[in-house]
Nanobody
């Protein structure tokens, strides 16, 4: 069983920055993909970024150049550094663990989510 706990969300003005963290327990990162997804009110959950089990990084086009995903294997923690935030980045952000790339169906475990609100 894998437990994922996100933190770091909050309210920020447009153009600002936040860093999200996802602490994983129950299994190490090795051999698995770790990713971030988000869901805005009234919208489907969408892919944000992932580090695959091959250590390949992928980003959604909407965040490329502004967000950076990273992980600390010693701490079993995944991060999402978000810069130049826009109001359209407002959503609940979820950490996910599994074997996939950009499809939420490929991830087996999810955190509870952390709210990010960007004001204009």
């Amino acid at each position: 069983q894998v437990q994922l706990v996100e933190s770091g969300g909050g309210l920020v003005q447009a153009g600002g920055s936040l860093r999200l963290s996802c602490a994983a327990s129950g299994r190490t990162f090795s051999g698995y993909s770790m990713g971030w997804f988000r869901q805005a009110p009234g919208k489907e959950r969408e892919f944000v970024a992932t580090i695959t089990w091959r250590n390949t990084i992928y980003y959604a086009d909407s965040v490329k150049g502004r967000f950076t995903i990273s992980r600390d294997t010693a701490k079993n923690t995944l991060y999402l550094h978000m810069n130049s935030l826009k109001p359209e980045d407002t959503a609940v952000y979820y950490c996910a663990f599994g074997g996939g790339r950009d499809s939420s169906a490929d991830y087996n475990y999810w955190g509870q989510g952390t709210q990010v609100t960007v004001s204009s």
